[in-house]
């Protein structure tokens, strides 16, 4: 195994306690480690000294720099494993860790500093199971609502591939009635439809289940569309062509219920 001392971990977090010790613990494991206080400071240090790890607290982030945020970390240098502190996992029935990918972990950071800091050791150390091709953690059906039967046969393999079990709908009344009878926990809902249009089937699917994490695609970026989508409560909005990596990070995210929209912007 590769040595620790080798393993360079840059940690960025706001709370000058915290980073203090995350310092003191990986230093005394024999890792070497950076901390900083800010994103614009991490994204200095990734590309100057070019770290193993990262873990990063959410909260530290400014709105500003929030969209697509482990997207940007991970085109920088791909190879890096990214440990993301989050609120409210316990709640929405995580107890300590999920991974989002092989790159992406997710780790509650209301389980206390001592139990947060074993979870990272153990990552650090490799002890992690990663996630195999077609094991997934999500349970549940997922319905995919788009007009071109082309993409839809394009993401549902991909999906069934991973494991998923996936249906389709090509019209909005298709997806009303299929929301009905199979009560999917997740829908993806193309925004540009003949007959019903988008915002109009999210509003039907919000009827009839509220708790349904609904996925909203489109090939146009429409601001006034995203604030229409997420007052009607969208989960996650992707623009097309959007990465399938991305598009099961979102179906993932709607395991963590009030954070789900939270962490989307992120992704």
């Not at 409210?88 to 206390?112: F, M, P, S």
């Not at 019903?196 to 996925?215: C, H, P, T």
């Not at 429409?222 to 062509?241: D, F, M, Q, R, S």
Request: proline share 2%; charged share 30%; with cysteine.
């Amino acid at each position: 195994m590769e040595n620790e001392m080798f393993k360079y971990v840059l940690v960025m977090d706001s709370d000058l306690e915290r980073r203090n010790t995350f310092y003191n613990v990986l230093a005394q494991s024999n890792y070497k480690v950076t901390t900083v206080p800010s994103y614009s400071e991490l994204i200095v240090m990734i590309k100057k000294e070019s770290p193993s790890y990262i873990v990063m607290d959410m909260d530290t982030l400014d709105s500003s720099v929030r969209g697509g945020v482990l997207k940007k970390l991970k085109e920088i240098d791909d190879c890096k494993k990214i440990l993301v502190l989050v609120s409210g996992l316990r709640k929405a029935g995580v107890n300590v860790q999920r991974c989002i990918d092989d790159k992406i972990i997710l780790l509650n950071k209301d389980i206390g500093i001592q139990q947060l800091l074993q979870s990272i050791l153990e990552i650090l150390k490799e002890k992690v199971i990663e996630k195999d091709e077609g094991e997934i953690s999500f349970k549940g059906n997922i319905l995919i609502v788009d007009d071109e039967q082309d993409s839809v046969n394009f993401v549902k393999k991909h999906l069934t591939r991973r494991g998923y079990t996936v249906d389709s709908a090509l019209s909005g009344e298709e997806a009303v009635l299929k929301v009905k009878v199979t009560k999917p926990k997740v829908v993806i809902l193309d925004i540009l439809m003949p007959g019903m249009d988008g915002l109009m089937i999210l509003s039907r699917i919000k009827e009839i289940d509220s708790s349904i994490f609904v996925v909203i695609t489109t090939a146009l970026q429409n601001e006034k569309i995203v604030k229409e989508a997420n007052k009607l409560g969208a989960g996650v909005y992707l623009t097309k062509p959007f990465n399938l990596s991305k598009l099961e990070a979102a179906i993932l995210a709607s395991e963590l219920g009030e954070s789900a929209r939270y962490l989307a912007d992120f992704l």
